[in-house]
């Protein structure tokens, strides 16, 4: 303990026992008062324990994949689909005529349809994305 008769011992006992408000990670208060400065920092307890390490685990993501043009033309739908909607491997999507011939757009796997990107009587280029299945 230090001196009671020394002032500038007094006001250091008086600095260190000071306590943090609730909130404050870290506080720091400096003094100079004739010819004489001090400084007390001061960690709360949030800073002083390290917080619990918590995990977030993430959904695994969802594997998706995309149906693509196999020919250039114009697109037309076997039904409508929508977001939702499950398909088998070998369904038939829609086709792609060109020079009258017909090009069938199949399901590459089972799965359910995440996204329609083109509509039926839409022009399509070759390897256009034209739907988009969330896998099973």
Same mark, same amino acid.
């Given at each position: 303990m230090s001196d009671p008769n020394d002032p500038l011992l007094g006001l250091m006992d008086d600095l260190l026992k000071l306590e943090l408000p609730e909130g404050l990670a *870290? +506080?720091?208060i400096e003094v100079e008062a004739d010819g004489f400065a001090v400084s007390v920092s001061r960690q709360g307890q949030a800073a002083r324990s390290a917080p619990p390490d918590v995990r977030h685990e993430e959904p695994p993501a969802e594997r998706t994949? #995309? +149906?693509h043009a196999t020919t250039v033309g114009v697109f037309s739908i076997s039904r409508e689909w929508s977001t939702g909607d499950a398909v088998a491997r070998g369904d038939v999507l829609g086709g792609i005529q060109s020079l009258g011939r017909v090009a069938e757009i199949s399901a590459p796997a089972d799965g359910? !349809? #995440?996204e329609v990107l083109v509509t039926g009587g839409a022009p399509v280029e070759y390897g256009q *994305? &034209?739907? +988009? !299945?969330? &896998?099973r």
């Open positions: *870290a +506080v720091t994949q #995309r +149906v359910e !349809i #995440r *994305a &034209l739907f +988009v !299945i969330a &896998l």
